[in-house]
Structures are given as C-alpha cells and as structure tokens.
C-alpha cells in the first residue's frame, strides 16, 4: 500500500484551526528557570505577564524591587520569597494598576540604608486584595495611598532589625492616607509603631485584627463613618487611639495589658463625638477609658475589667454611658472638667448601693472622683504614686465641689441585671481579693523599703 503525505498547507491550517478551538483560559507567566544560579528578577517576570493573567511563582528567591502596571494576580507557592535589598528607597512591590492581587508571597522589605519612609507593599490603585503576605520590614509594611475599595486581608506584618528601636524609629505595619472604603481584616501585626494607621481615610472597615508589642494598636486620625470591629491588642502602649473622629462604631474589641507606659489605655478617645462605643473588653490596663475633648458618644455594655483606673474623663460632655460594667479596678472612674455626661445604669463593684424597692438600680448615686486627676494635671510627677496606699487615702479624704462630680444617678445593684446589659466575659468574677492583696503587698514593700532605707 502506497502512503500519501499530507500537504504542508493543510497542516498549517489544521494548527490554526485547534488554537482557534481552545477555550479562552486566563494567561499564565512562565516560571523562572529552577536552575537559574541567581534570583529571578520579579520585575521581568511581571512584564511577561498579559493584563488580566496569573503569574504563579514556585518557591525560590526572587529580586525587587518591582511596579504592577496592569491588572494580574501574583500568586506565591509556600517558600516563594521576594526580597528587596538594593537600597533605593523603594518598595518590594509598588501597585500602580486597578484590580491587581497579591496572594501568598513572603516580602522581606530592608530599609538599612534608604529611606525609612519606605514599604514593603505600596498599594496607588484600586480594588486591590492582598490576602495571606508574610511581611517582614524594618520600614513600613504596607502603604495604601490616594485609593480606595481594596481588601487586606490575612497578612502578617512583623518589624525586623534591632529589637532595641525606639518606637519613634519605627514605622507602621498598615498605614492609609486618603484612602476610603476598605476592608482590613484578620491581619496580625507586631512590633511596628503603630499597627493599623489612618489618616484622612473614610468609611474604612478594620476587624478581627491582632496587635502587640506596639505604640497604638489602631490609631484613627481625622476620619469619619469608620468602624473598628472585633480586633485585639496586647502589650503596646494603647489598645486604640480613637482622635479627631466623627461618627466611628467601636465594637466586640478586647485591649489587654497595655500598662508599661504612664501614658498606656485600653481605648484612648480623643476629639470624637457622635460615635458608639459597645462591647469592648478593656483589662489590665493602666486606663481602661480615657475620653477628652469628646461628645455625643454612646458608651454601652462595656466590660472595665482589673484595670488601675476603669475611665478618666477630661472636658468631656454630652456622653451617654449606660449599661457598662467596672469590675476589679484600683480606682473606679475619675471625671474632671466634664459635668454634663449622663451616667446612669452602669455597675460598679466599689460602691456600695441602696436598692430599697428591689429594682435593681441604687437609690444612691455614685460620684467620680477628680482628685488624682486634678493633682498629676498640675504636677505631673505625681504620676509616681499611683495606686500607693497614701494616694488612695488622700482621695478619700477629698470632697471639694462635690456638687459638682459627675455622677451615676442609679448605678446597678448587680452586674447584669439591666437590660443592655450581656453575661460577663474573662474570669473578672472576683477580683476585689486579688486587688487586696496586692495593695497589700505594695504597702508591705514600702515599709519595708523605708525600714532599709532607716537602717
């Protein structure tokens, strides 16, 4: 049997005709050459890849810095890294284009010797996602400027470099200017100076975020319509610095142990007014609330728990608090320059109420007492004796301008026995004892300190 060939032009065709039939998949980059003795440049990498595809990097090392100019998805396998350590000042990965997503990559961001105003991650376009980075940075971590309509989500955040580092030398893990409508959720961040930052950025969603060992664990500057759901705090200077904001949701948060520094809060608000405060847990603090300058806020069903002093309020006014729970701390509330707040409902373990027709509310009302307030305000060094034994009988024996004190005009028998509030959470059940105790001991030392001291 005699073979016949084909002809050259219908083979031609017959391959045009088969790339025509496939279906239209998203483009996919080439990865570099597993062989290649040296880090693949990502910045070449991105070129090759076409608007709209996927540019999927095994494990390996690559080099920044790089810019995105058109909308793709970088997705890093485990152990893909990309490392910038050229000294130019800028960022690991610069995000220029609309609808561009990062997804899985460690970022090893080093400022030695550029600008400490740089970042591991700039974020200029819009819709972006940044979902499960691993950043590690002596500089910013992850800068979002002049954009709006993206979503952080699931990073981590850690500061590199010398655990020595003034805060001030720092810089912030998420920091926005001028950047409105975003998610930001379930991040973890540390060591940075402030760990979620905004500025001049509006209708901003921050939830479910872990901060530690920072400045402020969220700090809001001149912004409106912006909610700070669900997040926790512990060991920076303050949980939340909430300032010069308007018509804020501040919710379900829980800032522990921010007590190292005399100027340490759980929640710090600042010039804010016509916002909601709910169902935060504030514990061991040196302040639990600290409200200045602010008004037209609701405070409501929040637990105060084992902290030195459970609210300081400083030329305040208008504030709702009702329903909130104080509970173990060293000194209850201290109001001064803020006469017409409305206090009423609130439980306070310190006191000790009246409830003659069994409705669960004190006939008795219970007054803050300004007097520590009002004494480290005009000698600040005073600041030293707080909590000492002394201090707390030289407040008790202050009653200057009573009248004048705020005060809860029907303060709870018992926690949880008003109608906003919820069933206690944490193990604050009994903590009068352990308070005792330590006062106790702090008294013991000092005698003991002053018996040294004789000797």
């Excluded at 402030?194 to 001149?222: P, Q, T, W």
């Amino acid at each position: 049997m005699k073979l016949r060939l084909i002809p050259l032009w219908l083979c031609v065709c017959a391959a045009a005709a088969a790339v025509l039939w496939l279906p239209h998949q998203r483009a996919e980059a080439a990865p570099p050459d597993a062989g290649a003795a040296r880090p693949a440049e990502l910045q070449q990498l991105i070129d090759r890849t076409p608007s709209g595809g996927l540019l999927r990097l095994p494990a390996g090392s690559y080099e920044g810095p790089a810019v995105i100019t058109r909308p793709i998805v970088i997705e890093g396998q485990s152990g893909a890294v990309v490392r910038n350590k050229d000294g130019s000042g800028k960022p690991a990965i610069t995000v220029r284009a609309d609808d561009v997503s990062l997804k899985g990559l460690q970022i090893e961001q080093d400022g030695e010797g550029a600008s400490s105003d740089t970042s591991a991650v700039l974020v200029q376009g819009s819709g972006a996602l940044l979902h499960s980075l691993d950043i590690r940075t002596d500089a910013f971590g992850i800068l979002l400027r002049d954009t709006g309509h993206n979503r952080i989500e699931n990073n981590s955040v850690v500061r590199t470099g010398s655990g020595a580092a003034k805060l001030s030398e720092r810089r912030n893990g998420i920091d926005l200017f001028n950047a409105h409508d975003n998610v930001i959720s379930g991040n973890r961040v540390s060591s940075m100076n402030d760990g979620i930052y905004l500025e001049s950025s509006h209708r901003n969603k921050v939830e479910a975020n872990a901060v530690e060992h920072s400045r402020y664990g969220i700090h809001c500057m001149y912004t409106k319509g912006t909610v700070v759901r669900g997040n926790t705090g512990m060991y920076n200077i303050t949980g939340a610095m909430i300032m010069g904001v308007k018509e804020a949701e501040v919710s379900g948060n829980s800032f522990t142990k921010q007590s190292e520094s005399v100027n340490s809060q759980g929640l710090l608000f600042f010039d804010v007014h016509n916002s909601k405060v709910t169902g935060n847990k504030v514990e061991g603090n040196r302040v639990g609330l600290y409200v200045e300058q602010s008004g037209s806020n609701e405070f409501t069903n929040n637990d105060v728990l084992q902290n030195f002093v459970g609210v300081q309020f400083l030329e305040s006014e208008n504030n709702r608090f009702t329903g909130n729970r104080f509970i173990g701390n060293v000194i209850e509330a201290e109001a001064n320059e803020s006469e017409s707040n409305a206090f009423s409902g609130n439980f306070w373990e310190a006191f000790r109420g009246l409830d003659s027709d069994g409705d669960g509310s004190s006939e008795l009302s219970y007054a803050l007492n300004p007097f520590f307030q009002r004494l480290t305000g005009a000698v600040p060094a005073y600041q030293l004796f707080f909590q000492s034994p002394g201090m707390q009988f030289l407040e008790g024996m202050y009653a200057s301008d009573r009248e004048g004190w705020t005060k809860d005009e029907a303060p709870l028998m018992k926690p949880g026995t008003g109608p906003e509030q919820k069933p206690l959470s944490g193990s604050a059940g009994n903590t009068t004892l352990v308070f005792g105790l330590l006062l106790l001991l702090a008294s013991v030392s000092t005698i003991y300190y002053v018996g040294v001291r004789r000797g």
